[in-house]
């Protein structure tokens, strides 16, 4: 299992935390063995991948604890994992953080959109009112266990009601004891710099990185210097790997054969040395009838 107290531990120390977006236990580990020192489990990501569909609020409680508890079963990183609106009311949010907690969540990100909530950086977001969402994070503070495992606020007001009411929500959030804050979609430098200059003294501030997205692109050590504590690029995984698959399938439906993409893809030994299987195969070993 991961330990969500190493993330915890890491934001107190100099330089900005760089997390891909993973939705699957081998993005994981491929993401681990590239020598990233967290993870994060992107519920747009998961919506993509298992369910090839849009992030449009169809991903499910179920569904995302699932994914969790197979990463962390496989990989040693923290994970911050994207817990949507938390799937419901304060109630539900009570059940999503103690789930998550006890698949291994070091960080749990919960959101001030309503139902049906989307991708943050597609249009036409709603959101729940100021109290109901301090409400629904005082709720996931008093579910953990363990205050090591990390809580954190995004607000997508930016969006819906304008840069000076998302600030008032971020501070609103930050009062309620929350770890760590994200306000989504900042679409200016300038924004990216007003939203640091009011928090990023008090508390680690996330940047989200959308290929295509509302925020402009940046690297991590910009945004490290900007004043961002964490940087994700949440979806770029997915977007890869569906570039690349896009590419595999018209090979081989064009040449019927993949000995013109031998190059651009591991072989099944190779495959098995990035999984383990020569290890997982000696572990068994040991158990075996004498």
Not at 130 to 143: I, N, P, Q
Request: aromatic fraction near 6%; charge should be negative.
């Amino acid at each position: 299992m991961t330990e969500p107290n190493t993330l915890g531990q890491r934001l107190t120390q100099p330089g900005i935390v760089l997390a891909p977006g993973v939705f699957d236990a081998l993005s994981a580990l491929l993401a681990e063995q590239a020598g990233f020192e967290a993870l994060y489990l992107s519920g747009a990501s998961i919506a993509y991948t298992r369910l090839g569909r849009s992030d449009v609020g169809l991903t499910t409680y179920p569904e995302v604890a699932d994914t969790l508890a197979r990463i962390t079963e496989r990989v040693r990183l923290p994970v911050i994992v994207d817990a949507d609106t938390g799937f419901g009311n304060a109630l539900n949010v009570m059940r999503t953080v103690r789930g998550f907690e006890r698949a291994g969540a070091a960080m749990i990100q919960l959101e001030d959109q309503a139902f049906p909530k989307r991708c943050g950086h597609l249009d036409g977001k709603t959101l729940v009112p100021l109290a109901e969402m301090a409400g629904k994070l005082r709720a996931a503070l008093d579910a953990r266990h363990d205050a090591a495992t990390l809580i954190l606020a995004r607000t997508d007001a930016l969006a819906v009601e304008g840069q000076d009411a998302a600030f008032e929500r971020a501070q609103a959030y930050l009062e309620c004891g929350v770890d760590a804050l994200f306000i989504e979609a900042l679409r200016t430098p300038e924004q990216m710099d007003a939203a640091c200059q009011r928090f990023a003294q008090r508390v680690p501030l996330l940047a989200n990185m959308v290929e295509g997205g509302k925020t402009p692109l940046q690297s991590a050590p910009q945004l490290q210097q900007r004043g961002f504590r964490i940087a994700i690029f949440p979806g770029g995984t997915a977007r890869a790997a569906a570039h690349a698959l896009q590419g595999y399938f018209a090979n081989l439906r064009a040449q019927q054969t993949t000995s013109g993409w031998k190059d651009r893809m591991l072989d099944f030994d190779g495959l098995n040395e990035v999984i383990g299987t020569a290890e997982l195969l000696a572990a068994g070993k040991r158990y075996e009838a004498r």
